[in-house]
């Protein structure tokens, strides 16, 4: 996974609430058995037309944000299916942020799965970034967002914070304590019959 | 200290607790399907790691397989290779497998209970965001990502953010339980509740309209917990769990001893306080239809298609979202629901598929012929359910009707199968989400019960199913 540290860039604003990740990424998509390449179905359904052609009042096929690696989103993102799918997409896309003011349980996990990190915000900060169109910049480490109109700090569990900055491997980390888990394994009463 | 059930199945399977309400938990069972396993095998592949406990971890195939007759080969070639990936994981790996041609195939959430894998007090995790179904059996039971996915087959943990506890309470008794169902009342509470309502926490749904459900009806309401934005979403075990697992395939040798621990432990304390708490009544519910884009998009089917202001209540952003639904699913406000013409029904999914489901939706359908403009099908949740049915004659019933009786799997419900709406077409449907597209590109779902989907094949429109008489 690549380490985050700073990002700089523009946001593209998508200015609707509950979005699920079933428009994130479409279920005709996921039938793909790896994790690339996902980035050009990311929002297909809102993105194109039915003839394939890109519709023009959609955000991301907007030019003022090419290159973006923000996404800024409304209330409750990510909910719906716990397809990670939808964190491969985006980020195959090119975000590594996304800023809202609350997202969905399984999606914000998926997220730092993926070296994106999902930033909450209130409502108040998060309207101001929907109404300014300056360069924001994330400092990670920091834990800072700030541009022109805002300057505030986020708030991450220490344990992702480490996991994005050094770019780790979870799994590896989890087998550090695998002594822990052999014992609880001891102890189990309810293993399932033997076929 | 008084702790709720949620803390306690949580407390019993902390491995290491970091202090910071961040755990390193103990999955019990952790089942696998095939759309979501195939990277977390190539990652274990690519880091030469195995699978830690494959006597905990079941897998079969639900999402993308056909519903049409199993002995031809699967057309789509993508879905075809998927399935057969799965196939190939499992056999490397050690995996058991409940293959296309299993008399225990189904929906991971249907088949889970019906072997006993689900057990009372466990923690169970699946790629797939219905896994809060088997909270039905007091288990701690939450969907996961795919990196997930492959943390738990190798370490046969996950860590997780203690979920903050909400109790759902749900008191009264219902009018008419055959035509006010279990999904009824789950909608009832999404609507009041939002789809955000449980971000963060778990729900243990409580009070005596929850004891009075049949455990297929329990299923039916911790499955749409996701749908109210919680994780997990679970009801204390009773003798009504007890019986339904006992006997079943995969139940452990000391079931009987379990049990009795179970019953002395596996309750919220007297006095326990959880951090948050909602109260719904049933008394006074009827059946619901939903209208929107959302499953908090829903009325009563005496109701008719609210304004987007009178939905949002002030919200703003809620009120545009609103007005997009009414758009996308091409409906007026001020229709009475029951003059909404519809083109198709789907009777199946995680939510109501089981033999409950389809013997109630059976009562409404005998004798009778679907409307002509409908088309209508019924996708058993699992083989055994489908045999079950057949063994009672169901099949009999809704094929003379006009249905399409099918194989198990998840089919029309997200369509990842050839099952799909086409665009423009409007569908009652058991399923649990109502997302633009869900169903096909373009197509508008309804989400009712069995009872209510039943009904309106027959009249081709919504109609308040306590008008029929069902016993």
Known sequence: ?195 | MTKTLIEKIWDAHTVVDEGNGRSLLYVDRHMVHEVTSPQAFDGLRANKRKVRRTDLTFATMDHNVPTSNRSLPIVDQTSAMQVKALERNCKEFGIELFDINSPNQGIVHVIGPELGITLPGSTIVCGDSHTSTHGAFGALAFGIGTSDVEHVLATQCIWMEKPKTFEIRVEGKRRNSHAITAKDIILSIIKRIGTAGGTGTAFEYRGEAVSELSMEQRMTICNMSIEGGARAGLVAPDEKTFDYLRGRRYIPENYDSLVEDWKENLKTDGNARFDKSFTLHVDDIVPQVSWGTNPAMTIDVTGRIPFPDEYAKGNVEEEKAAAKALQYMDLKPGTLVTEIELNRVFIGSCTNSRLEDLTEAAKVVKGKKISQKIRAMVVPGSQRVKKQAEDLGLDKIFKDAGFEWRESGCSMCLGMNPDILSAGERCASTSNRNFEGRQGAGGRTHLVSPVMAAAAAIKGHFVDVRELDLN
């Open chain 1, 1 to 195: 996974m690549e380490p985050f540290r700073r990002i700089y860039s523009i946001a593209t604003p998508l200015d609707k609430v509950n979005v699920d990740t079933d428009q994130i990424i479409p279920k005709q998509f996921l039938k793909l058995i790896q994790k690339t390449g996902f980035g050009q179905y990311l929002f297909y359904d809102w993105r194109y037309e039915k003839d394939g052609t890109p519709r023009k009042d959609f955000v991301l096929n907007d030019s003022r944000y090419k290159g973006s690696v923000i996404l800024l989103a409304r209330n409750n993102f990510g909910c719906g299916s716990s397809r990670e799918h939808a964190a491969w997409a985006l980020l195959d896309f090119g975000f590594r942020a996304i800023i809202s003011t609350s997202f969905a349980d399984i999606f914000y996990n998926n997220c730092f799965k993926n070296g994106i990190l999902p930033i909450t915000v209130d409502e108040q900060a998060l309207q101001k970034l929907f109404e300014s169109k300056s360069e924001i910049e994330i400092d990670l480490e920091k834990q800072t967002v700030k541009n022109d109109n805002v300057s505030l700090q986020f708030h991450i569990e220490p344990y992702w914070k480490k996991i994005l900055l050094e770019g780790l491997d979870d799994i590896a980390v989890t087998l550090k304590h695998n002594d822990a888990i052999s014992k609880y394994e001891e102890k189990q009463v309810s293993n399932p019959r033997s076929s």
